[in-house]
């Protein structure tokens, strides 16, 4: 199993950026998958999820209504679009796969990922 992130970078507040993540290794249309991110010092922390067909989305409070998950099965690719960015947005995105069976869009422990992958750093700043 290979998720590769990119996308990362820097930007301003209020701006917007895109992260994908390229998985390969497993049957990627069986799999829900989501997102996390981590900033030094601080708890790895649960950003959003979706089901293995994208019907159904899950968010952190801190993001919903600024950051959209959507997925393409013919690509094996996972998308996190972030708008109206903020400076505590600021950390390391982490793309994640749960364990078989796993449903997206709800909220998911850090337990339930089976896989990570290297991360992106997004930073937000003037």
């Known amino acids: 199993v290979q998720l590769v992130e990119s996308g990362g970078g820097l930007v301003q507040p209020g701006g917007s950026l895109s992260v994908s993540c390229a998985a390969s290794?497993?049957?990627?249309?069986?799999?829900?998958m989501g997102w996390f991110r981590q900033v030094p010092g601080k708890e790895r922390e649960f950003v959003a999820s979706?089901?293995?067909?994208?019907?159904?989305?899950y968010y952190a409070e801190s993001v919903k209504g600024r950051f959209t998950i959507s997925r393409d099965n013919a690509r094996k690719t996972v998308y996190l679009q972030m708008n109206s960015l903020k400076p505590e947005d600021t950390a390391v995105y982490y793309c994640?796969?749960?364990?078989?069976?796993?449903?997206?869009?709800?909220?998911?422990?850090?337990?339930?990922?089976?896989?990570w992958g290297q991360g992106t750093q997004v930073t937000v700043s003037s």
């Open positions: 994640a796969r749960p364990g078989p069976g796993s449903i997206g869009g709800t909220y998911w422990y850090k337990a339930r990922i089976d896989y």
């Open positions: 979706i089901s293995w067909s994208g019907g159904s989305t």
């Open positions: 290794g497993f049957l990627f249309s069986n799999y829900a």
